[in-house]
T-cell receptor, first 119, second 115 residues
Framework: GAGVSQSPSNKVTEKGKDVELRCDPI?????LYWYRQRLGQGLEFLIY????????KSGLPSDRFSAERTGESVSTLTIQRTQQEDSAVYLC?????????????????FGPGTRLTVT | AQSVTQPDIHITVSEGASLELRCNYS??????LFWYVQSPGQGLQLLLK??????LVQGIKGFEAEFKRSQSSFNLRKPSVHWSDAAEYFC?????????????FGRGTSLIVHP
């Protein structure tokens, strides 16, 4: 079946511009995560959605970053007034979060990422 | 809160040699444990996972990992490395907290394979 998709795959933008990154999770997955991965670094947690709600926004680095999810499906990460330090790969993951009695699936399924370059 | 340590930033092995990548975690109970692999320019792919039961888990591509509660470790192993195994490897720890589930990832270990 279809996996997690992200668009665009690459985005080059000028400093100060706004960008929108899109994530289409696996159908039926209740949880959705955004991570940032700077060159040569690990994964930096940004935000987590359970359904359409975001119980944890603690990872968003500044108020220039925002995210929403609609229809318990697609999510958009928006970065306003981009800065050069925003350059990174932005990864999205989804998870079914089924408990043991339902087969136990807490695995995250990752998309290919969006490579953002701010010039 | 949980945390994950991957003490080795880079590991270099010769093709055909055995491999062990280290992962230590901090959490009060038994968490969910994962190893992911990331090839250049790709997303993360799950290699294996541990929830409960047998502490030695088998994954894809010939990888295995052993959960050792006494050492709070979940090291990844492979008996014979192939050149195609060169990639970034991430250990992750997950636990339910207040109804939320947010896995924590280690910084990653870059595997270099010499011919």
């Amino acid at each position: 079946g279809a996996g997690v998709s992200q668009s665009p795959s690459n985005k080059v933008t000028e400093k100060g511009k706004d960008v929108e990154l899109r994530c289409d999770p696996i159908s039926g997955h209740t949880a959705l995560y955004w991570y940032r991965q700077r060159l040569g670094q690990g994964l930096e947690f940004l935000i987590y959605f359970q359904g359409n709600s975001a119980p944890d926004k603690s990872g968003l680095p500044s108020d220039r970053f925002s995210a929403e999810r609609t229809g318990e499906s697609v999510s958009t990460l928006t970065i306003q007034r981009t800065q050069q330090e925003d350059s990174a790969v932005y990864l999205c993951a989804s998870s079914a979060l089924r408990g043991f009695l339902s087969g136990g699936d807490y695995e995250q399924y990752f998309g290919p990422g969006t490579r953002l370059t701010v010039t | 809160a949980q945390s994950v340590t991957q003490p080795d930033i880079h590991i270099t092995v010769s093709e055909g040699a055995s491999l062990e990548l280290r992962c230590n975690y901090s959490y009060g109970a038994t968490p969910y444990l994962f190893w992911y692999v990331q090839s250049p320019g790709q997303g993360l792919q799950l290699l294996l996972k541990y929830f409960s039961g047998d502490t030695l888990v088998q994954g894809i591509k010939g990888f295995e990992a052993e959960f050792k509660r006494s050492q709070s470790s979940f090291n990844l192993r492979k008996p014979s490395v192939h050149w195609s195994d060169a990639a970034e490897y991430f250990c992750a720890v997950g636990a339910l907290s207040g109804g939320s589930y947010i896995p924590t990832f280690g910084r990653g270990t870059s595997l270099i394979v010499h011919p």
